[in-house]
């Protein structure tokens, strides 16, 4: 899931605000009873973290001498906030809702516990091997996957149905029907995260392009297809298909969607409940979903989602590795999809007809299938800051896209010592 992109510079600044850590979790057991706090650091969005908190409530219930602090933590500060409480051994929670490409950078820091072996890990054969994928750095594993996603194209069927234009395949087509919705509807075709990095992914790949290749070393924003991505949205801005803003594009976006100003927008299944809530989508048969819009090359979009990690320094272990064998569960992944459509990463909920019947899950799945796995490097979330400033650059027209594609490469070969 992404929602942001976490400003990792602020690690050394940031106020904790938790009241409750790892270091004060009381006793692990009790005459062989689980007991004492388990702090847990949700990063769930406003429209998600009322589920989860209850959620998470269960777990007493099931260990009556446990109590679970819940903590909700904003999804852009929760990286720094993380950093900042572990290196500085003070205020870290028991476990964390970790991002995907949080897991290797913080495990290469010796910030989480390896979960091998350990009741946290419960019938892995269960779990997707692409979820897992993320949870493993160095051989070990440091998390269990909890939610998995990928982005999709939300749009209002009355406003499309009204312009006379079909949902498009490609941003061509986006680009080609914006005058008619404009024109029949008011309304700007798509809202494109010129504020998030992680919505320049699908243009890249659509391009043929992609951030890097771990394999071989190799740095790859600065091939063609990393001009032709930024060329790409420069264009869809320009020419008035798009609108775009350097800030607060997660809740602009949305706004924008609920309110009918625009007809289209590239979000996940995080941000359905959220839609579902405006007044566009009283009727909530209006809001369709479909593939992210191809490229000249290819169509892609990022695989996400979420893992449930526990602190290296957490003085209840037992507590918390139970904790997360709890939260990755099958009951409570399927009680999470019933709730919020959020998709999830063990094979056999889907099997569950709440699941399988539900309309989001029935698009969702076969997207993630298709989605384009990112580098599990320690560094993977690094890659992110120089082409969010470049995608800034392009925008306001202080840089050419090739002149974004090149310094992206630059800062990618100084972050990547032994990258070509």
Known sequence: MRRGIAATALVAGLALTATACGGNGGDQQSGGELSGTV???????????????????????????????????????ANAKFKNAAGGNSGAPDVMRTEVAWVADFANLGYLAPLDNTPALDKNEDYLEQAAGSTRFKGKTYAAPQVIDTLGLFYNKKLLKK??????????????????????????????????????????????????????????IDDPAGVRAFATIK???????????????????????????????????????????????????????????GGSKAQGSPQGGWNLSVYAGSKNLDASYEFVKYMSSAKVQQQTTEKLSLLPTRTSVYDVPSVKDNEMVKFFRPAVEKAVERPWIAEGNSLFEPIKVQMNKVLTGAATPEQAAKNTGDAYRKLLKDYK
């Open 235 to 293: 264009d869809l801005v320009d020419s008035k298909a798009a609108v775009t803003d350097a800030t607060d594009g997660q809740e602009n976006q949305l706004k924008a969607l609920k309110d009918g100003d625009v007809a289209m927008a590239v979000d996940g299944p995080w941000d359905i409940e959220g839609a579902l809530a405006g007044k566009e989508f009283k009727d909530k048969g209006n809001l369709g979903v479909a593939p992210v819009p």
């Open 163 to 220: 312009a006379g234009v079909e949902v498009p395949r490609t941003f061509d087509e986006l680009k080609t029907a914006a005058k008619k919705i404009k024109s029949k509807t008011g309304a700007t075709a798509l809202y494109l995260r010129g504020d998030d990095p992680y919505w320049f992914l699908p243009y890249l790949y659509g391009e043929g392009g992609d951030m890097v290749d771990a394999k071989t070393k190799k740095v790859r």
């Open 39 to 77: 702090t847990f650091w949700d990063t769930s969005n406003d429209a998600e973290k009322a589920t989860y908190k209850k959620l998470a409530e269960g777990f007493e219930k099931e260990h009556p001498k446990v109590h679970v602090n819940y903590v909700n933590v904003p999804f852009g500060e």
